[in-house]
């Protein structure tokens, strides 16, 4: 019995997906932030890896940023800036556990807007700053 040309094929991309981080192939949360940008703004396209850089470097009033604990690089180790405590890589491709849980990052985007920029963030504000972590390579 021959195999099939056309499974193996299909086979050996699912292989390769499976194997990239979930940001590589999709995200799911990207995405339910892009529903929710759409009906927040029928003028809304998409979401800008430049205004998300912009957002990750920019002091609030709190003199903070996310670049203070995160480092320039979101794919560098990290330090909180009070209590020293080293964080993981930001970026999933040094890290492939980030953006994979939506209670997680809904989490830490409202603790972390509220520190660094001392109110929440909005769901524009999100969608652009994932789209810059994400790609981050």
């Known amino acids: 019995m021959k195999p099939n040309f ?36 029928a003028a809304f396209k998409d979401f800008s890896a430049a205004a998300g850089q912009k957002l990750y470097t920019t002091a609030g009033p709190n003199q903070l940023s996310c ?3 995160h480092t320039d690089s979101p794919k ?3 330090k909180h800036a009070k209590t020293n405590k080293v964080i993981e890589p930001l ?12 209670a997680q990052v809904e989490k830490w985007f409202k603790r972390n807007c509220n520190d660094a ?9 999100k969608g652009d700053f994932m789209t810059y972590v994400l790609s981050v390579k």
């Open 91 to 102: 970026a999933p491709s040094a890290n492939p556990k980030r953006f994979t849980d939506a």
């Open 76 to 78: 560098n180790p990290g």
């Open 117 to 125: 920029l001392a109110r929440a963030c909005t769901t524009q504000e």
């Open 6 to 41: 056309r499974i193996c094929t299909l086979l050996a991309c699912l292989a390769t997906a499976a194997a990239l981080p979930l940001s590589a192939v999709a995200n799911p949360i990207l995405d339910g932030y892009r529903a929710a940008a759409k009906q927040d703004n």
């Open 67 to 69: 670049s203070s604990c």
